[in-house]
């Protein structure tokens, strides 16, 4: 079965800091793998997807890393703000295999994150 | 555009009532799918739909039915409602298939007594 491991669980930073939350997957074959922010209460919004063959992409402070041959990925924030404390899913997607329709959308557990003043 | 709304935000429903979660998305996306999100576990595909009049179970499809006769809508209904059912419930779209970028509704918390 396809897994996807998120750590840490929870993690607690001051803000101005930097930090890095780690993505590991099972998954294979692999189509994208795409990092989400999820505030409290509301629903997770993308933030980065990455294809195989790209090994970086960044939206403003958050910078995504991808190893395929390790089947490891990192998201990265610099300079945190109080406005970065939210849930961070690491998703991975694989292509539908013969019969099964369409692709396949593996979640992990989200890593929760504080930043404190 | 609205993106992807889902009412109502709240719900406290009784064991065996039943329901029905509305999901609209205003983006002409084919693809629309449920899932439930549950503390300690990741989300979970309830049920998918691939274009309007065609749908397909996910992984935790028990005690739910979906339809999709437009493109712009795809309600889930919960037959009888179970307390195992309480879980906070994302409706989500994306253009074709969902390894393009899924859009998600706020959510709609549920309770069942």
């Known amino acids: 079965k396809n897994q996807v491991e998120q750590s840490p669980q929870s993690l607690i930073i001051l803000e101005g800091k930097n930090c890095t939350l780690q993505?590991?997957?099972?998954?294979?074959?692999?189509?994208?793998l795409r990092w989400y922010k999820q505030d409290t209460g509301r629903g997770p919004v993308s933030l980065t997807i990455m294809t195989f063959s790209e090994n970086t992409k960044s939206n403003g402070r958050y910078t995504a890393t991808l190893d395929a041959d390790t089947k490891q990925s990192s998201l990265h924030i610099t300079a945190s703000q109080l406005s970065d404390s939210a849930s961070y899913i690491c998703?991975?997607?694989?292509?539908?295999?013969?019969?099964?329709?369409?692709?396949?959308?593996?979640f992990g557990k989200g890593t929760k994150l504080s930043v404190i003043p | 555009n609205a993106g992807v709304t889902q009412t109502p935000k709240f719900q406290v429903l009784k064991t065996g009532q039943s329901m029905t979660l509305q999901c609209a998305q205003d983006m002409n996306h084919e693809y629309m799918s449920w899932y439930r999100q549950d503390p300690g576990m990741g989300l979970r595909l309830i049920h998918y739909s691939v274009g309007a009049g065609i749908t397909d179970q996910g992984e935790v499809p028990n005690g739910y039915n979906v339809s999709r006769s437009t493109t712009e809508d795809f309600p889930l209904r919960l037959l009888s409602a179970a307390p195992s059912q309480t879980s906070v419930y994302f409706c989500a779209s994306s253009y074709r298939e969902p390894h393009n970028e899924q859009f998600f509704g706020p959510g709609t918390r549920l309770t069942v007594l």
């Open positions: 998703v991975v997607s694989d292509p539908p295999s013969a019969g099964a329709g369409s692709y396949q959308l593996t």
């Open positions: 993505c590991n997957y099972t998954v294979s074959p692999f189509s994208n």
